[in-house]
């Protein structure tokens, strides 16, 4: 097994700006780190549990994912435009969107989140089980994927606290661009530009 590989790998794709990383920034502008540090906490858990399911249950998502990823495409393409949408109509002066950027919120978004998803289920077949078959050794590698993919999400936390005075000024661009970002998202999810 190509370890270095596999670590880029893990790092271009888990770092990379996806619809959680966008809603981090966008939670840590509107309700401040700690809000933004809850939801990378359910994030990470809920992670974990698909990565953990994603190793045990391998072969038989290989081929059950086929016949969902229509159903998933649609489901997380209307929850990303959906988040778009919330994020657009933050208001300047207050932020009362309780549900937002919550630990319930991160933990849900990842169980419809095709980006997180497709990684799970590709990462083993692609790089540790062509080498390694124990669940031991599978399940530490889990660890070490969800280890790299939590670091992912609260390094979009630091960024937005670095850039948080700068995205307050210019909140209303700022809302606009991250939720066109999340549109973008959901069309490349929903799997529209392949019937092009």
């Known amino acids: 097994m190509n370890i270095l590989s596999f670590l880029i790998y893990c790092i271009i794709i888990t770092f990379t700006p996806g619809p959680t990383h966008i809603v981090t920034l966008s939670t840590v502008q509107n309700y401040g780190v700690k809000r933004a540090v809850s939801f990378c906490y359910g994030a990470s ?21 086929p016949k969902a990823m229509l159903v998933m495409e649609i489901i997380g393409a209307s929850y990303i435009l959906y988040l778009a949408y919330q994020i657009y109509n933050m208001d300047n002066s207050s932020n009362e969107k309780k549900d937002f950027g919550t630990f319930k919120s991160g933990f849900l978004m990842q169980f419809i ?27 530490i590698f889990a660890i070490v994927v969800a280890s790299i993919g939590s670091m992912s999400f609260f390094f979009w936390v630091i960024f937005g606290s670095l850039l948080k005075s700068f995205l307050k000024k210019h909140k209303r661009i700022s809302n606009t661009l991250l939720s066109l970002f999340l549109v973008y998202c959901a069309i490349m999810i929903s799997g529209v530009t392949e019937f092009s």
């Open 45 to 65: 858990i809920a992670f974990v549990i698909i990565l953990v399911l994603s190793v045990i249950l391998n072969s038989l998502l290989a081929s059950f994912i």
């Open 113 to 139: 989140n095709p980006k997180v998803i497709l990684f799970c289920i590709t990462v083993f077949p692609s790089f540790i089980m062509p080498y390694y078959s124990s669940l031991f050794e599978l399940l």
